[in-house]
């Protein structure tokens, strides 16, 4: 089972596209928090919560709600606007590059299965769904009077045919022995050994549901990807080359559930993330909501701006350091738990990251509840880690290169934490030179082994650990190949076999409860924070929230006209 997930990663990695689904979590705003990539906090588990960033103050933490997120009083006799401008900070239209042509954030076409707010899957077209006691055969019911914008019927063949089309892709089930129509609305999935974890496998982009009349379109140089979503693709302009520039999408009339309160939605995609905010403040933009379309380090500008409502939501994202364990001095676990030890995660978080994160105290995400293990810790002791490096290093002083790539020390805070990691670590005998580089440069030396520790963040999207566990921590996982980590580890590769496989999920947790303590233990990577994505409206726009998958509420976003 080794092998299952890398094509999934690797296509993960290098698109990093992201989210949509049908319903979207709405809840109250508890104190801000934080996640992108799979990490969590032991005490006070919190599902994605929205919160608003206020008044300027010295960093992002010390912020609290403001009174204009209130909803206009019946009084005041609003005049609601028919369109809403929205940047996401990335192309939203791929055209024939990618199988379901938009990104699943325009809500026009939806998915089978969508996750919650605990990360758990849920249905979103379908109507339910059971396994076998082997749970290899998983029978899908559809929901029933489902319609594509084209006015094709979603049944079950229609439902087969965009699963055979995802298995060209790499989110392909590598277990899979065939599909099967049942009936009109209901469909099989037969696979040749137990998979558990099915329903996961097929969340968001890997069950979106697209009209059979979107695939025959080959010859068109503007595929229309006809959903079943809330809003259709109308039109899309092109500028200097680029697509994605100006995507106008329509309310669907005949959409099957709640209708949304705005009439159109026109998706821009400003390049500079500096234009992007200006854009934002003259009012020429609504919004900025997607992930990485605003970082906490570009936000400064915006706290201060009374017409400018500051947001974050809960992402299940975690940032790690990650070590290359093969080679000195960090060949020797003690000094890795040394390392781990001698940083002051909650620090961190503090000064680097102006209070928008949350400490990655254990190993995957807080969001993901009924899988995390809050004995799987990081400890932080300075004194212990002190004493652990002078056994290993015997009081001689040691070299190691941190390696940072640019736009991620700019944007995640990497450049600081990374300041924060070689004046902690100086204390135990390492001299570290941090080296920045660009994105090609940073993978290069990460393959050829000129680095000794670097910093990445990835993010849960399944809501199982199996796949994200499986590519940091396995021998052949995505991120311990490609990053030269060259983790091994028998006992890890034995437990993941078994989790894979498992039908009992009380002991597929103990399993992964296990190898979330044995990665604690000999530090392979560790975690560094749990980010906490960041969004912006214009304060006469309402309703307006991103869900743990960066999905945006576009079912329920209005705006007041002025």
Not at 297 to 316: F, G, M
Not at 471 to 498: H, P, R, T, V
Not at 525 to 534: L, S
């Amino acid at each position: 089972m080794g092998n299952r997930y890398t094509c999934a990663l690797i296509f993960f990695l290098f698109s990093l596209l992201f989210i949509v689904g049908c319903s979207t979590p709405t809840t109250e705003s508890p104190p801000m928090t934080a996640t992108k990539e799979g990490a969590v906090v032991e005490e006070n588990i919190e599902k994605p919560t929205e919160t608003q960033i206020e008044e300027p103050t010295e960093d992002f933490s010390e912020s609290s709600g403001k009174e204009s997120q209130d909803e206009p009083t019946e009084e005041s006799e609003p005049e609601y606007a028919k369109e809403i401008v929205i940047d996401a900070g990335h192309d939203m239209y791929f055209g024939h590059k990618q199988w379901h042509i938009i990104h699943g954030s325009t809500h026009v076409w939806e998915p089978l299965i969508y996750l919650d707010e605990s990360l758990n899957p849920q249905p979103c077209l379908v109507e339910s769904w059971d396994a076998n006691e082997e749970m290899t055969e998983w029978r899908f019911q559809l929901k029933d009077n489902i319609i594509f914008h084209d006015g094709t019927p979603l049944d079950a063949k229609v439902a087969v045919e965009n699963l055979k089309e995802i298995q060209e892709t790499p989110w392909s089930l590598d277990n899979l022995d065939r599909m099967e129509v049942v009936d009109s609305q209901t469909f099989t999935i037969y696979l040749r050994e137990s998979t558990p974890d099915l329903p996961t496998l097929l969340i968001y982009d890997r069950s979106a549901m697209l009209s059979p009349g979107t695939r025959d379109q080959e010859n068109m140089d503007v595929p229309v990807p006809y959903g079943t979503g809330p809003f259709k693709f109308k039109s899309i302009e092109y500028k200097e080359g680029k697509r994605g520039e100006h995507i106008v999408l329509e309310r669907n009339p005949d959409y099957w559930g709640d209708s949304p309160k705005v009439e159109r939605i026109i998706y821009r995609h400003i390049f500079n993330p500096s234009a992007r905010i200006q854009a934002l403040k003259t009012g020429e933009i609504d919004a900025i909501a997607g992930m990485d379309a605003l970082h906490f380090s570009a936000s400064k500008s915006l706290i201060s701006d009374e017409n400018i409502r500051l947001l974050t939501i809960d992402v299940p994202t975690t940032h790690y350091l990650f070590f290359n364990n093969d080679k000195p001095p960090f060949d020797n676990q003690a000094l890795r738990q040394a390392v781990s030890m001698a940083i002051d995660r909650e620090m961190i978080v503090d000064e680097a990251l102006k209070g928008i994160g949350v400490p990655g105290t254990s190993l995957i995400t807080q969001l993901a509840e009924k899988w995390v293990n809050p004995k799987a810790s990081p400890t932080y002791n300075p004194e212990e880690a002190q004493a652990i490096a002078a056994s290993v290093l015997g009081g001689e002083r040691v070299q190691a290169t941190f390696l940072v790539r640019d736009l991620l020390g700019q944007f995640n805070g990497y450049n600081e934490i990374a300041q924060i990691v070689q004046v902690e670590l100086a204390k135990l005998g390492i001299d570290v030179e941090i080296k920045n580089v660009e994105r090609e440069m940073w993978f290069e030396m990460l393959a050829n082994d000129e680095y000794h520790i670097s910093m990445y963040g990835t993010t849960m999207s399944t809501g199982d650990p199996h796949n994200f566990l499986s590519s940091w921590a396995q021998s052949e996982g995505l991120f311990n190949q490609m990053f030269s980590i060259s983790y091994e580890s028998e006992k890890i590769q034995s437990l993941m076999d078994q989790a894979a496989s498992e039908l009992d999920q009380n002991t597929r947790k103990e399993i992964y409860d296990e190898i979330q303590t044995v990665l604690i233990d000999e530090t392979p990577f560790t975690p560094i924070y749990h980010e906490v994505g960041i969004y912006a409206t214009q304060d006469n726009v309402f309703d307006l929230t991103l869900d743990a998958l960066y999905r945006p509420s576009l079912d329920t976003v209005y705006k007041i006209e002025e």
